[in-house]
């Protein structure tokens, strides 16, 4: 295995270890308005993830750092043609952030309405343009022979990649009421649980149908891994809506936080080598060869990498340790 395989491969896994983490969170943030009744309720919605929302989006960072020293022009092409759909995650996350530090600055229930809802927007809006991009890079975007991006932001939405989008939103909704459901007591509970069931039958569906139109929009299913990890991916979740709905939250969740990997890695597993098709020419997709720095940088980058990402994980599964119990009233931070 050379580098550029090797790095293709880290950067699949910063996705995925992103998407599982922030996906829960998200969708703690997409079911705070509904299935918190009050003041109180919202707070221990908020506080469940509050102890490990920003480390979560440390993975992005990762994601994107690697993918701009790994792969430079798949970054630059990648940056230039997303660039309003990132812009909007961008602020999206801004104003997540600023709502978790804002909203119990002021007791006044309009105030901290209004963050309860820019929350969620901040939660919404990158879930579902995430599942957009990450379907257009396996569809094909209109690059020309000089790796550059040749479209408009329009030519980023169709049904199949606003399928993908919708089919991550729903999946991560799931993800954050199975979390929920874990984390809360009596009817926020109970709550969390009704909201969950509403949100899995929709991704099932939505999920199937994109692995459906995968099959006819792309490529993939041209080799044999991404069609099976796919394929496995409706199952698990199929298998949590069964933990959810006989009150086995833990597995339920596993099972959930499967599915996004199983996704994840389908996707990417049916990029390799490229990293983003063109739907001008297939001979100007980018491929880990062509977008790749040079074999110096990539050398000093693994030794890097295999120093601290060990000590990164060790902190973050330590973070998740401490904070394990349920929240409860008397212990509110935000």
Do not use: C
């Amino acid at each position: 295995m050379d580098l550029n395989i090797l790095w293709f491969i880290l950067v699949t896994v910063l996705f995925t270890g992103f998407f599982f983490l922030e996906g829960f969170d998200y969708g703690v943030g997409i079911l705070l308005p509904f299935v918190g009744r009050n003041d109180l309720e919202r707070r221990m919605v908020i506080n469940s993830i509050g102890p490990f929302w920003d480390s979560n989006e440390v993975w992005m960072l990762t994601a994107g750092g690697a993918m701009f020293a790994a792969f430079p022009h798949w970054y630059a092409t990648l940056f230039s043609g997303f660039y309003l759909a990132l812009f909007l995650i961008l602020v999206a996350l801004i104003l997540r952030g600023v709502a978790f530090e804002f909203r119990s600055k002021d007791e006044k229930p309009a105030w901290r309405n209004l963050w309860d809802w820019l929350l969620f927007v901040g939660s919404l809006l990158p879930a579902l343009l995430w599942g957009v991009a990450i379907t257009n890079l396996i569809r094909g975007v209109p690059i020309d022979a000089r790796m550059q991006f040749a479209g408009t932001f329009f030519d980023l939405l169709s049904p199949y990649t606003l399928l993908g989008g919708l089919a991550f939103l729903l999946v991560f909704t799931l993800q954050g009421g199975l979390f929920l459901a874990l984390k809360s007591e009596g009817e926020l509970k109970e709550r969390s649980r009704q909201a969950a069931l509403r949100a899995g039958a929709g991704a099932a569906l939505a999920l199937l149908l994109l692995v459906i139109m995968s099959y006819g929009v792309t490529d993939i299913f041209s080799r044999f891994l991404p069609g099976i990890l796919l394929g496995s991916a409706f199952i698990t979740l199929l298998l949590s809506l069964a933990g959810l709905y006989t009150r086995r939250y833990g597995p339920g969740f596993l099972m959930n936080g499967l599915t996004v990997i199983l996704v994840t890695a389908g996707f990417f597993s049916g990029l390799f080598p490229r990293v983003m098709v063109s739907s001008l020419n297939p001979e100007w997709s980018i491929t880990i060869y062509r977008a790749a720095s040079s074999p110096y940088t990539l050398k000093v980058m693994t030794v890097v990498a295999l120093t601290l990402v060990p000590i990164v994980l060790a902190y973050q599964g330590w973070t998740y340790w401490v904070f394990r119990q349920r929240v409860k009233a008397r212990d509110l931070e935000y």
